[in-house]
T-cell receptor
Framework: GAGVSQTPSNKVTEKGKYVELRCDPI?????LYWYRQSLGQGPEFLIY????????DSGLPNDRFFAVRPEGSVSTLKIQRTERGDSAVYLC???????????FGQGTRLTVV | DQQVKQNSPSLSVQEGRISILNCDYT??????FLWYKKYPAEGPTFLIS?????DKNEDGRFTVFLNKSAKHLSLHIVPSQPGDSAVYFC?????????????FGKGTSLLVTP
């Protein structure tokens, strides 16, 4: 498809496990963002990539969270030693460089039990 | 620290009437404002935006108004349709190290009744 694709749509994991969430941005979009949306809240910024490099990771809540984008396209958000408080919808968005309008994927709903 | 605030969690409007969704912000560095619409189990979808150098932008049934002195913007939908029922997020950005990362409000759930 032509839009931002996120997999899996849903992920249930046990507390303490490691998870990876994948984002396929729109082809040609160099800017990629990860957001986290908790229940009753708006999406909150986690990390921004311009090309392959993480230009700003100031939104990552702690060092259990890490994200990569090795070839400047697909990105993976990695969460180690998951906690119940990590349960949320993780959204990925992409845009053309310098463009203010970002296009979102459908999100990955992560549930830590 | 919530820099973008949507103080009405929900709004109910009759079909055909005007829907007005409000948003306030605190950061004077924001220079671009957007509205996103979100249906359950889907990602946010871009609706309309406005640059800080303008005070109004119109696209079909949707108009966004910006009052910079009051740090307030609003989205008007007229006429409202049942298919407009969704959660509406106000977002703001400023070009920075985080590109155009968006600061979102908590959203307003709009219900348009037939």
């Amino acid at each position: 498809g032509a839009g931002v694709s996120q997999t899996p749509s849903n992920k249930v994991t046990e507390k303490g496990k490691y998870v990876e969430l994948r984002c396929d941005p729109i082809s040609g979009h160099t800017a990629l963002y990860w957001y986290r949306q908790s229940l009753g809240q708006g999406p909150e910024f986690l990390i921004y990539f311009q090309g392959t490099g993480a230009a700003d990771d100031s939104g990552l809540p702690n060092d259990r969270f890490f994200a990569v984008r090795p070839e400047g396209s697909v990105s993976t958000l990695k969460i180690q030693r998951t906690e119940r408080g990590d349960s949320a919808v993780y959204l990925c968005a992409s845009s053309l460089y310098g463009d203010t309008e970002a296009f979102f994927g459908q999100g990955t709903r992560l549930t830590v039990v | 620290d919530q820099q973008v605030k949507q103080n009405s969690p929900s709004l109910s409007v009759q079909e055909g009437r005007i829907s007005i969704l409000n948003c306030d912000y605190t950061n004077s560095m924001f220079d671009y404002f957007l509205w996103y619409k979100k249906y359950p189990a889907e990602g946010p979808t871009f609706l309309i935006s406005i640059s800080s150098i303008k005070d109004k932008n119109e696209d079909g049934r949707f108009t966004v108004f910006l009052n910079k002195s009051a740090k307030h913007l609003s989205l008007h939908i007229v006429p409202s349709q049942p298919g407009d029922s969704a959660v509406y997020f106000c977002a703001a950005s400023a070009n920075s190290n985080s590109g155009y990362a968006l600061n979102f409000g908590k959203g307003t759930s709009l219900l348009v009744t037939p």
